[in-house]
RNA sequence: GGCGACGUGGCCGAGUGGCUAGGCACGGGUCUGCAAAACCCGCUACACCGGUUCAAUUCCGGUCGUCGCCUCCA
């Protein structure tokens, strides 16, 4: 496959460095609060990429922090009278709870930085024995002029980033560009022991302290949003390869940025913002499609009006695995055809063998999702186009919902390929009520029991030689 | 000011030097007691101005506009 590097600024043949294994780092959440929407976005980038390499038959190592000490985790825990370590695991557990809803599963390893002092600590030493990290005060800093390659992933010069840089209060940098790897203890602020004394590390330090520590150097895809290039990602290259002596990553893959700024969703649903809210308002997979519609590398529109949109994305692979489903469960083989006779059953498994082989080519294409998708519709429509003309057998039907269900999974869209969960009997008594009251050509009363199983959240359809009662989203 | 991205049909959004993206919405039809689902048909774009080319939405230059980053925001 090829992927896109943004060190180099191109797309790259893709080759793990360990054979039949790669080897990825995510930059997940600073956990102060309940999450953006945007922090959804990385990591569902993150969980796809693992899946479609899955797919491949690599073993995947993905590991995603949680920045569980910060500046804004120790403000709030000193607002709300708690401890900052209080506040950092509640958000956490949040962001884990949240992310879960998606159903993309966990990334293999979630470090906290609280949990990595040590190796945080370790890789400071490091950095101050060659050179490149000095003490000041009870604070630790690297030192950017120093590394010569600083500014590399971000294009920017040195130079010029020293006309703006402005230098926080009660910081002794011997140059405004270098930044903090260890912070000395104010009151008020959580710390741990360090040969520099009390302190708490900086915020780059954990990243650079964490993936090296779960993947080693040169690991192969080290993650994140576009807004993480400078400083967080500019400074952990420093860190990194100013303590190993050795290339830190081998691919820099950056997602895009959400745009929030559509008014009518902060008009008609109160700024939605959190994860949480969006996915209380909107199926997980709704969002998941939103995002897999356009490119990972592009700024994406977030509003009421493209979530919306998705939803009836949903509901459309909903019902072609449902048919599908419903094929396969009646058996048999297809209705005989007076043009197109059995050949039309093979056509159909031709088509899906194609749609598969763009697929793969689209999604070796730099994670091309959208195009990607566009393959999953067209085959829906291939198949419901065979299945209306009676033209699949159960067979037939049994292939290609297992085709397609390996292509939704890929996407982490699984949930589009399940049943929809059971019916309650009592809707089902409804159903069969209003069949009844259909039989006896009673419309009116036949209406009414369709609107009260539509209230109660179902929809029936009218199928041949009966009906069919599915969860209305 | 510096670095980077981007301007595609009613909306979202892929992609390409000449060949239908896809979805949603909309209009017409088939089916149907009604409806839904599904299928068929229609809707055919590429900011603007130059240039290169047999041919540009797709390459080059410029203009206008939008967005991100430029010390701690995914």
């Not at 000041?136 to 030192?143: A, H, R």
Request: aromatic share 8%.
């Amino acid at each position: 496959m090829r992927l896109y590097d943004s060190l180099s600024q191109e797309k790259k043949e893709f080759v793990p460095r360990d054979e039949g294994h790669v080897t990825m780092y995510f930059c997940g959440p600073t956990v102060y609060n309940y999450v953006h929407v945007g922090n959804a976005r990385p990591y569902v980038v993150s969980m796809v990429a693992k899946r479609y390499f899955e797919s491949l038959g690599y073993r995947v190592t993905l590991v995603e922090n949680i920045t569980d000490v910060d500046d804004k985790i120790i403000q709030k825990a000193n607002a709300e009278g708690r401890s900052a370590a209080e506040v950092g695991a509640e958000f956490a557990q949040a962001y884990r709870d949240d992310t879960d809803r998606l159903g993309l599963g966990r990334p293999d390893v979630e470090p906290l930085a609280t949990e990595h002092i040590r190796e945080i600590i370790d890789l400071i030493e490091k950095l101050i024995e060659s050179g490149h990290a000095y003490q000041s005060g009870l604070d630790v800093y690297f030192k950017v002029g120093g590394f010569a390659d600083y500014g590399k992933l971000s294009k920017q010069q040195v130079a010029e980033m020293r006309h703006g840089a402005r230098v926080g209060v009660g910081e002794d940098k011997a140059d405004p560009l270098d930044f903090a790897l260890w912070k000395g203890a104010k009151p008020g602020e959580p710390s741990w022991d360090s040969p520099w004394g009390a302190g708490r590390p900086g915020w780059h330090i954990e990243c650079s302290a964490m993936s090296i520590k779960y993947l080693g150097k040169g690991f192969d895809i080290h993650g994140g949003g576009r807004d993480l290039i400078f400083p967080h990602h500019e400074n952990e290259i420093a860190q990194a390869e100013g303590a190993l002596g050795a290339p830190f990553v081998r691919f820099w893959m950056h997602n895009g940025m959400l745009n929030l700024g559509d008014e009518k969703m902060s008009k008609s649903l109160g700024n939605i913002l959190t994860l949480r809210e969006i996915l209380d308002r909107y199926r997980p997979e709704a969002l998941v499609m939103v995002f897999l519609g356009s490119h990972y590398r592009s700024p994406m529109e977030l509003n009421t009006e493209v979530l919306e949109e998705a939803e009836q994305q949903v509901n459309r692979l909903r019902n072609v695995f449902a048919a599908l489903a419903d094929r396969v469960e009646a058996g048999g083989g297809a209705a005989p055809d007076e043009k197109t006779g059995a050949t039309t059953a093979v056509a159909l498994l031709e088509r899906v063998t194609a749609r598969e082989r763009a697929f793969a080519d689209a999604m070796a294409d730099d994670l091309n999702t959208a195009a990607a998708l566009a393959e999953i519709f067209g085959l829906a429509r291939e198949a419901n186009a065979a299945l209306a003309a009676g033209e699949v057998d159960a067979d037939t039907a049994t292939q290609v919902r297992a085709k397609m269900g390996e292509m939704v999974h890929v996407l982490g869209l699984d949930a589009v390929a399940g049943s929809g969960g059971d019916i309650p009997v009592d809707i089902i008594a409804m159903a069969e009520e209003r069949q009844k009251c259909r039989a006896a050509r009673d419309f009116t009363r036949a209406d009414e029991l369709r609107a009260a199983i539509s209230e109660r959240g179902y929809e029936v359809r009218d199928v041949p030689g009966g009906f069919k009662v599915v969860a209305a989203k």
